[in-house]
Nanobody, 125 residues
Framework: QVQLVESGGGLVQAGGSLRLSCAAS????????MGWFRQAPGKEREFVAA????????YYEDSVKGRFTISRDNAKNTVYLRMDSLKPDDTAVYYC??????????????????WGQGTQVTVSS
């Protein structure tokens, strides 16, 4: 089993940047594909980005493509989400998630087994 803890959220002006981190427990972090999701009040939880265990492949939701970058450091058991050119519509609670390889579907929350508690990102205009 994996425990995930997100950090790095906060308040930022539109156009600014934040880097979220997700620290994972365990010794087999590289065997887990990782994803980032977000949920704003009154909205469904939505996929943001995902990365395979080795980091060789990444996936992004269309609205964040070119602005957000997902990466991982398997030696540190950590996955990151760098968010640039932030918009007010990016305001949400951001969650990281993990699924043991082989992953099935990384672009939906049902494809993941483990979840962090979330970190709030607020983008002001």
């Amino acid at each position: 089993q994996v425990q995930l803890v997100e950090s790095g959220g906060g308040l930022v002006q539109a156009g600014g940047s934040l880097r979220l981190s997700c620290a994972a427990s365990g010794r087999t972090f590289s065997r887990y594909a990782m994803g980032w999701f977000r949920q704003a009040p009154g909205k469904e939880r939505e996929f943001v980005a995902a990365i395979t265990g080795s980091g060789s492949s990444t996936y992004y939701e269309d609205s964040v493509k070119g602005r957000f970058t997902i990466s991982r450091d398997n030696a540190k058991n950590t996955v990151y989400l760098r968010m640039d050119s932030l918009k007010p519509d990016d305001t949400a609670v951001y969650y990281c998630a993990a699924v043991y390889e082989p992953p099935t579907y990384l672009l939906h929350e049902l494809g993941y087994d483990y979840w962090g508690q979330g970190t709030q990102v607020t983008v002001s205009s």
